[in-house]
DNA sequence: ACGAATCCAAGACACACTGTCTCGTATTCA
DNA sequence: TGAATACGAGACAGTGTGTCTTGGATTCGT
C-alpha cells in the first residue's frame, strides 16, 4: 500500500482551514449568501486571500466543505419502528434541517447557486448529502426489505421533493400533519 | 372608472422596454445567469443605465418580467382527455418547460437566486407560474369535481416537487416512461 | 546546518460591476 | 412657452475579483 509520502515542504495549516470554513458558516448565517465574498472569508477567517484561493475556487465550495459532515448528521434517522414512522421521522428531520439549521440553509443556497453555475451543480451531485440519507433510510424499510421496489429515478425526488420545493418557494417547511399525510400518500406508491 | 390621468412630462418609451427585456433573455440564453449584469444588459439593449434603474431594481425582476408571459403559455394544457392524461401531459410540459425553453431557464434561475434574495423569492411568490398553472390542471380534472381533494398546501407540491427536484438536482428531466409512471401514483393518493 | 520546496499573512494591482449623479436632449401636457 | 418627466451617455466612488509579490515560517533531505 501506498503510505503518506508526504509532499515536500510546509505542510497545510489545519488551523487556517479550519477558521476559513467557520468565517463561511459564520457569514453565511450573519449577512447571507448574497453578501458573503472570498475577500470577506478571507478577512474573518484572520487569512491571506491567496491561502483561500490556493484550497478551494468559490464560496460554493467552501461552504460545501462547511457544512457537508453537519448535513449528514442531521439527517440520519433511527431504524427503529415501522416503515411509516420512519418515513415521517426522515421527513420531520428533512423540515427541521431545510428550515432551522445552519447546514440547512447551506444546502438551500447551494442548490440555488447550483442553478447559475454549473461546477456547483457537479459538486452538489458529487457530495449528495440529502439523496444518500433518502437512500438509507429507503433502503432498511421494513416493508421492503423482501420486494425492493424498482427504482426508476424518481424514487428519492418523490420522497423529498415535495417538502423541498415546498420550501424553496414558500421559505418555511409544512407542519407535522402535512408532514404525516405526506409521508402516508408515498407509502401508497 | 378612474381613466389613465396621463402623468405628466414625457411617457416611458415601450420600446426601450422591450429591449430591455429581450437583451436579458438573449444575455440569459447566451451567457447564463451569473455573467448577466444590470451594465451588460443596458449597453446591449442600447438604453441608459438610468433607464433600467428606473424600473427595474435587479436583473431577476427584469428576467421575471421577460419570461413570465411564455412561462405561463408554455405550461398550459388541454382540458380533454382523462385526469390520467391531463396529468401526463402537464407534467410533460413541465419537463419540456424546465429544460428546454428559455423561459424554464429563467424560472429556475429565479428559483435559485430567491434562496439568496428574499426580495427575489417574494417577487417569485407574487407572480407564482408554475403554482398557478398546476393549480388550474388540478381543478379541473375529471374525477376530482364531486370530491374536491383537501389542499392542505402539500398538493402542488406533490405534483410537481418530485420533476422539479429532479431537475434542480440532475440538471435533466426524466423521460417520459419516468413521467408517466409519477403521474400514476400521484392519482393513486 | 543548509538549501529546496511549499506554505503562510499581508496587501498591491488591474479589471469589472454597482448604484448614483450629472449632462444635454426629447416628449408630453397645460 | 414652461413644467415635468423620460431618454442616452457616461463620470464617479466604492467594492469584490483573481493574480502577483514580498518577507517570513515550516518541513524535508543531505
Redesign the interface.
Known amino acids: 500500500m501506498s503510505e503518506s509520502p508526504r509532499p515536500l515542504g510546509r505542510p497545510r495549516s489545519e488551523g487556517a482551514r479550519l477558521a476559513v470554513l467557520h468565517a463561511a458558516d459564520d457569514l453565511l448565517v450573519e449577512q ?3 453578501a458573503m465574498t472570498m475577500k470577506g472569508i478571507a478577512e474573518r477567517a484572520g487569512v491571506g486571500r491567496q491561502t483561500v484561493y490556493r484550497w478551494w475556487s468559490s464560496k460554493a465550495e467552501i461552504l460545501l466543505e462547511a457544512s457537508a459532515a453537519d448535513a449528514r448528521r442531521e439527517l440520519v434517522v433511527d431504524d427503529d419502528g415501522s416503515a411509516e414512522e420512519q418515513v415521517v421521522a426522515f421527513l420531520t428531520a428533512l423540515a427541521e434541517f431545510l428550515t432551522a439549521t445552519d447546514a440547512g440553509l447551506a444546502y ?2 447551494l ?8 461546477r456547483v ?1 457537479e459538486l ?2 458529487e457530495t ?1 448529502v440529502l ?1 444518500e440519507s433518502a437512500r438509507t433510510v429507503l433502503g432498511r424499510l421494513p416493508a421492503w426489505g423482501e420486494s425492493p421496489v424498482a427504482d ?3 424514487l428519492v ?2 420522497l ?7 420550501v ?4 418555511r417547511a ?1 407542519g407535522a ?2 408532514i404525516t ?2 409521508a402516508h ?1 408515498f407509502l ?2
Chains 1, 2 share one sequence.
Open positions: 447571507g449568501y448574497a438551500r443556497a442548490l440555488g447557486e447550483a442553478q447559475h453555475d454549473r451543480a452538489l451531485r449528495d439523496g426508476d429515478g424518481m425526488p418523490e423529498v421533493g415535495p417538502l423541498v420545493f415546498r424553496l418557494t414558500e421559505g409544512p400533519t402535512e399525510a405526506a400518500r401508497r406508491r
